[in-house]
């Protein structure tokens, strides 16, 4: 069989281990208990991962199952009372509660069991590697535990290492002992030792720290880490995978060869966002080389709100899947009004483009077993200026597909000077009127138009070439001003006259996940309406450039609920 994985990774560890930077989530310390859910849901979803209350910060297929296990509050709606809790699945949709799988309890993490990888063994014997803390300076290690009874599918007992901690830092090289967390899963190198990264850093310089081992129980430190930048500051989660050259197949994290690339991912604790480099892995020297033009962290796998993802390669569809966490917009106050904090993103389906460039993302095909009541335009041209409300759909819980073509290129903006996409979004939202777009949706959208966010293309000309501009506006999403109103953008890696303007937008009541390009881009937002709430969400097709653009495609299905926990 071959080699899976799972992971289980946080950004709440940037606070916790006192580096003094804000997290992108609510923090309190020694919490105990917290108020329990109000019985009113609006922003509760119906087809994202989340448990029943309480707030939670990944999965592994293993004999038929996907285990899904995270980093929970069983005690509150805020950061604090961490356990390993363990939910499990047989199609990543619908997903059944089991007792927590970690707490503390050994000197190695007598002050918690954070986050961690795993890996499976030959004989399919799982084993996790995970950080734990030891004292109160918040010092890290890394532990191990095996499965109680290889027999049970649901895996609902582990047993720890009696020998953990089984890495430390290494002092004497100015590894911090607060700076050194989140081990990846393991791969197997030709020479027969397993190898694994720790992220870290030294000073400013984020490094993945490379360890050793023959048995899966003595690690030894690499001389080098297998990849390191200055004034990346900390590195966490890092992940570490294969993908082809020739195809969207998966393959295991062990593989390696001519029509392989690698990709180096790190969650930059400094920027809470994900990036990642493609290139080469060096076997033989246990290092990193980024292809030419990747020498530094420019791209990002969500250009939203994601953070701590991990990908596992999914042996029995063969297919390497990514799954990110989403963090709150909203304020302290409400989310412990609410009772919950925190989901999980839909899991997406990862490859390489045929650039070599990017990496592309797609919803697993699982999630549309959820589709029902499908609504289909035929083809039509949607004037500047015009808005064409979508009715038949569940427009608070639906999945949406839409696609566009241009007829010519000559109404395109000029762009002067270079700006960074997210600021181009801020600074020409939905309202602001151009040439070519901005066209898409409005999600979430209230009558009169009093709340809605906003997701559309817009297509820029900039010393010659043109650039299509993908957003999420989310400065009217929600009248409660409290909530993170970011807007956000990426540009989508598409020839504007060549290829499909597409986008799908999957909706849960306050998520809008939204692929642009056929995933060559990606944007997740988290909004919180109080007018656009259930049945009195409305949604919208519109154009409010001054040139007409064409539908060429467009379904779209209201979503039944999952089962989930």
């Keep these: 069989m071959a080699f899976s994985s799972f992971w289980l990774c946080a950004i709440f560890i940037s606070l916790v281990f006192g580096h003094g930077a804000q997290a992108s989530h609510h923090v309190y310390r020694n919490l105990q208990s917290v108020s329990s859910a109000s019985s009113y849901q609006p922003y509760r979803t119906a087809y994202h991962f989340q448990p029943p209350r309480h707030w939670i910060n990944g999965p592994m297929y293993y004999k038929g199952f996907y285990h899904l296990f995270y980093q929970y509050n069983p005690k509150g709606a805020v950061w604090g009372n961490i356990v390993w809790a363990h939910s499990v699945s047989k199609d990543l949709v619908n997903w059944t509660p089991l007792d927590p799988a970690i707490y503390p309890s050994q000197p190695s993490d007598f002050y918690g069991c954070w986050s961690g990888s795993a890996t499976i063994l030959p004989g399919d014997k799982p084993a996790i590697l995970y950080t734990g803390i030891i004292d109160t300076k918040k010092s890290q290690v890394q532990n191990s535990a095996m499965p109680k009874n290889l027999s049970d599918p649901y895996l609902r007992e582990w047993v720890k290492t009696p020998k953990n901690p089984l890495m430390a830092p290494n002092r004497a090289n100015n590894i911090n002992a607060s700076s050194f967390r989140d081990p990846t899963t393991a791969w197997l190198g030709k020479d027969g030792w397993w190898r694994v990264l720790v992220g870290s850093k030294r000073n400013s310089r984020g490094m993945a720290i490379l360890f050793k081992s023959k048995n899966f129980v003595k690690w030894i430190e690499a001389k080098q880490p297998l990849y390191s930048a200055e004034g990346t500051g900390m590195w966490e989660c890092p992940d570490f995978f294969p993908v082809l050259s020739k195809s969207l197949s998966g393959v295991d994290t062990s593989v390696n060869g001519p029509d392989v690339k690698h990709v180096l ?105 959820l589709r029902t009541n499908p609504v289909n335009w035929p083809k039509k041209v949607l004037k500047g200026g015009e808005l064409l409300q979508v009715t038949g759909v569940a427009a608070a819980q639906a999945d949406v597909e839409i696609s566009f073509q241009v007829n010519g290129l000559k109404k395109a903006e000029r762009l002067d000077y270079w700006l960074d996409p997210q600021d181009l979004c801020s600074r020409k939202g939905a309202a602001v009127r151009g040439g070519l777009g901005p066209f898409g949706l ?13 997701v559309f293309f817009r297509i820029l000309r900039y010393q010659n070439k043109h650039l299509v501009l993908l957003c999420s506006d989310q400065s009217r999403s929600s009248l409660n001003k409290d909530n993170d109103l ?20 999957l909706i849960d009541h306050s998520v809008i996940e939204s692929f642009g390009g056929e995933g060559n881009a990606v944007i997740t937002s988290r909004v919180y309406p109080t007018l656009a709430i259930n049945d009195k969400a409305q949604l919208y097709a519109f154009n409010n450039g001054t040139a007409d653009v064409k539908i060429k495609r467009f379904s779209a299905w209201s979503m039944k609920k999952a089962k989930i926990n």
């Design 442 to 454: 409005l999600v979430f959208a209230s009558k009169g138009l009093q709340e809605y966010t906003a």
């Design 265 to 369: 991912k790190v969650s930059l604790d400094d920027k809470k966002h994900d990036y990642y480099l493609i290139g080469t892995y060096n076997a033989a020297k246990d290092n990193f080389i980024p292809d030419i033009g990747f020498e530094s962290y420019v791209l990002r796998y969500d250009y939203g709100k994601y953070y701590a993802s991990k990908t596992f390669f999914d042996y029995g569809k063969n297919r390497r899947i990514l799954l990110g966490w989403i963090n709150e917009s909203s304020s302290q106050a409400d989310d412990i009004k609410k009772g919950w904090s925190g989901i999980h993103a839909i899991p997406r389906k990862i490859w390489l483009h045929k650039s070599g460039k990017q990496l592309v993302q797609w919803p697993v095909t699982e999630i549309e077993k």
């Design 486 to 505: 970011t807007s956000y953008g990426a540009f989508v890696n598409v020839d504007p006259l060549g290829e499909k303007l597409s986008l799908r937008t």
